[in-house]
Nanobody, 125 residues
Framework: QVQVVESGGGLVRPGESLRLSCAVSGITIDYYVVAWFRQAPGEEREGVSAVSTIGAGPFYADSVRGRFTISRDSAKETVYLQMDSLKPEDTGVYYC??????????????????WGQGTQVTVSS
């Protein structure tokens, strides 16, 4: 049984940093794309970043490129999202997701099968 558990969210001020963690069990993350999505109230879920398996990527949304960094610790079966220079528009629930098969578009949530429960990130002064 695959389990995906996010942690690390919180309330921070603009310009501050957070590191989100995505702990995975039941599969070996080295063999899968692992992605972060976020969803703000009233908005659609959007892809934030993804780490691939075959040398492509990592991938970032234009809105976070240069501020966020995704990384993978294979020994811990955990993927991290380091978020620096946070902005109020980064506010939302952040989800970690893994597909059942290969994905053609890393930022298409419909291609992902396993999801965590989400962790809230709020950026406000």
């Amino acid at each position: 049984q695959v389990q995906v558990v996010e942690s690390g969210g919180g309330l921070v001020r603009p310009g501050e940093s957070l590191r989100l963690s995505c702990a995975v069990s039941g599969i070996t993350i080295d063999y899968y794309v692992v992605a972060w999505f976020r969803q703000a109230p009233g908005e659609e879920r959007e892809g934030v970043s993804a780490v691939s398996t075959i040398g492509a990527g990592p991938f970032y949304a234009d809105s976070v490129r240069g501020r966020f960094t995704i990384s993978r610790d294979s020994a811990k079966e955990t993927v991290y999202l380091q978020m620096d220079s946070l902005k109020p528009e980064d506010t939302g629930v952040y989800y970690c997701a893994i597909p059942a098969l290969l994905v053609s578009e890393w930022d298409d949530p419909s291609q992902y099968h396993y999801w965590g429960q989400g962790t809230q990130v709020t950026v406000s002064s």
